[in-house]
């Protein structure tokens, strides 16, 4: 029975090489350990067997049998330099994917930053948790005014942190400005400088269409000698032209600031009705769009610079307001209700 077995071992290997099909191991399957099969006879006439040989001959025709299973489960092989067969359903709908773009705020700080390097400025960031002297006392703006209330300013309580200039302490809050870097780079910049200072900047103001208690601002400062008026004039006139058109008219009309003097309200004509008059400019064919004016000789006097020897200018514009009316949209709580169906149109 030794003998006999070792034989068919040879054979099953020899027919299992050959198999590379599914009729061939339906075969092999078949011929070996099906109900007639030659390992099964084995197997049933295992009783027969001298009891010396009984255990080599039920293990092997074991093996032998698992042998020819794996390879039945491991399928027909597959011929080389075959390739499997794809199929491909033509009326199934294709696969959309989404592109991403940048938030229409995010495109407009760019857009802003873009025209001032241009033109020669750096940017320029700071922390959004100031302190006050930052933010009101270095500005120039007195003790005593309405913006330095609580109920005007996000107060926090938060240890007193003492200015370089008095010594005394003071509170910290978040920035309603972003001129507070100014006073930062003014600190720690010897004139000349030139910058822009892009950022968020916190109001406790009530969420309404044209107010949001957070908002963005991008402020310029320039410090030198010899700059005047004019040159403001001629750099924000060039800004509005760039961002709005080239038909873009401008209007400075006289403000106050604490920390300019003087200081004066741009405005831009109406990019809806071309200066004619329409329900978004009010028919009086001009829009309102950020505030300048001359660096006050206070506000260098508290970072140390000359007034005497240096003069320049600052601006500021709200991020908001420039895309609203670059867009024409009339709502400013759009820009944070993250709706896909009004980012899109961005995209």
């Known amino acids: 029975m030794k003998d006999k077995l070792e034989k068919l071992e ?10 590379t099909t599914a009729d061939d191991l339906e075969k092999l399957r078949i011929g070996y350990i099906g109900r007639k099969g030659e390992l099964t006879a084995v197997l049933k006439n295992i009783k027969e067997v001298s009891p010396d040989e009984r255990p080599y001959v039920g293990r092997k025709a074991n093996e032998l ?10 399928g027909p092989a597959q011929p080389k330099g075959a390739c499997k067969k794809k ?3 033509v009326t199934l709908p294709g696969s959309h994917y989404e592109t991403g773009a940048l938030h229409p705020i ?3 700080i760019n857009e802003i930053c873009r025209i001032f390097r241009g033109l020669g400025y750096r940017i320029a960031e700071g922390p959004e948790i100031e302190t006050e002297y930052h933010n009101f006392t270095a500005l120039n ?6 913006s330095r209330e609580d109920f005007h300013t996000f107060f926090l309580d938060l240890p007193a942190e003492r200015t370089k200039k008095t010594g005394r302490p003071g509170r910290m809050l978040l920035r309603s400005q972003t001129s507070t ?5 003014m600190e720690a910049i010897k004139p000349p400088l030139q910058i ?6 916190f109001r406790p103001d009530a969420t309404d269409a044209s107010h949001s208690f957070m908002f963005h601002q991008v402020e310029g400062l320039i410090v030198d000698k010899g700059i005047r008026f004019s040159d403001l004039k001629g750099t924000l006139d060039l800004f509005c032209k760039k961002m709005f058109g080239a038909d873009t008219k401008t209007r400075f009309r006289p403000h106050f600031f604490p920390f300019t003097e003087p200081s004066a309200e741009v405005d831009v004509s109406c990019m809806m009705c071309k200066g004619a008059g329409c329900r978004v400019c009010g028919r009086k064919g001009w829009l309102e769009i950020l505030g300048a004016g001359m660096v006050n000789p206070k506000v260098f006097e508290a970072v140390g610079y000359d007034p005497d020897e240096w003069t320049g200018f600052a601006f500021g514009m709200g991020v908001e307001r420039i895309a609203m009316l670059k867009w024409g949209i009339t709502d400013i709580r759009v820009f944070f209700d993250n709706d896909v169906r009004f980012l899109g149109q961005f995209a």
């Open 87 to 89: 199929t491909l359903d």
């Open 181 to 185: 870097v100014q006073i930062r780079a």
């Open 10 to 19: 040879r054979r099953i290997t020899e027919d299992i090489a050959k198999s």
């Open 65 to 74: 049998k698992s042998l020819i299973e794996a390879k039945i489960k491991e």
């Open 106 to 108: 995010t495109g407009t």
């Open 196 to 201: 822009i200072a892009p950022g968020k900047v």
């Open 141 to 146: 703006i007195p003790e005593d005014h309405p």
